[in-house]
């Protein structure tokens, strides 16, 4: 199956804006959708597809799909998003893959 | 509301098999497709296979195919994960996850479990 590629780790200020891509060819065909984990803890999925997110997740967590890329956006980032963020998607035969994670810190 | 509890995790040597369980409630089991997702310590989420919802469908990943085999029981809402010829590569964390679809082209896995951890180790 196709693989997906994200950025190892990235950081936000205190209320800023911080933006997470996911890139892979799978995403031409198919919605990304997006996990966060915190260590010690389950993933907990917070969006998927063109604009929804799970009820009970903040509506800071929003996203976008472009082409070959998908993005998680966090606007206005607080403390407890501090966490690492997997993007994972289907590919034509059902195998599913999972992008490598983003290392999320809020300064 | 959505409740998936894995069982059947601990401590197994090189070599030998493992049968892990996810126990459903909360939501119609025999209408969903279900997954296993691992992570190994300190590293990221990989998929490792998935099961249609009757069965009839069933996917792995590369580096399972041909040793791990997943099954359903839907009279008992139960997942299972049976794992034969266990490396210490295949030690990791094992979550049942709920998959969910939205459009033709929007899958994503709506629940997850707590996780059981498998150690293979001699």
């Known amino acids: 199956s196709s693989e997906l590629i994200q950025d190892p780790a990235v950081s936000v200020a205190l209320g800023q804006t911080v933006t997470i891509r996911c890139q892979g060819d799978?995403?031409?065909?198919?919605?990304a959708s997006w996990y966060q984990q915190k260590p010690g803890q389950a993933p907990v999925l917070v969006f998927y597809?063109?604009?929804n997110r799970p009820s009970g997740i903040p509506d800071r967590f929003s996203g976008s799909s472009s082409g070959n890329t998908a993005s998680l956006i966090i606007t206005g980032a607080q403390a407890e998003d501090e966490a690492d963020y997997y993007c994972?998607?289907?590919?034509?035969?059902?195998?599913?893959?999972f992008g490598p994670g983003t290392a999320v810190t809020v300064l | 509301q959505v409740q998936l509890v894995e069982s059947g995790g601990g401590v197994i040597r090189p070599g030998e098999s493992l049968r892990l369980s996810c126990a459903a409630s909360?939501?119609?089991?025999?209408?969903?497709?279900m997954h296993w997702v691992r992570q190994a310590p300190g590293k990221g989420l990989e998929w490792v296979a998935g099961?249609?919802?009757?069965?009839?469908?069933?996917v792995y990943g590369d580096s399972v195919r041909g040793r791990f085999t997943i099954s359903r029981d839907n009279s008992k809402n139960t997942l299972l994960l049976q794992m034969n010829t266990l490396r210490a590569e295949d030690t990791a964390v094992y979550y049942c996850?709920?998959?969910?679809?939205?459009?033709?082209?929007?899958?994503?896995?709506?629940?997850w479990g707590q996780g059981a951890l498998v150690t293979v180790s001699s």
């Open positions: 996850a709920r998959e969910s679809v939205h459009f033709f082209n929007s899958y994503f896995f709506a629940s």
């Open positions: 909360g939501f119609a089991f025999s209408t969903s497709a």
């Open positions: 099961i249609w919802h009757d069965g009839s469908n069933i």
């Open positions: 799978n995403l031409r065909r198919y919605y």
């Open positions: 597809d063109k604009e």
């Open positions: 994972n998607s289907r590919d034509t035969s059902g195998y599913y893959v």
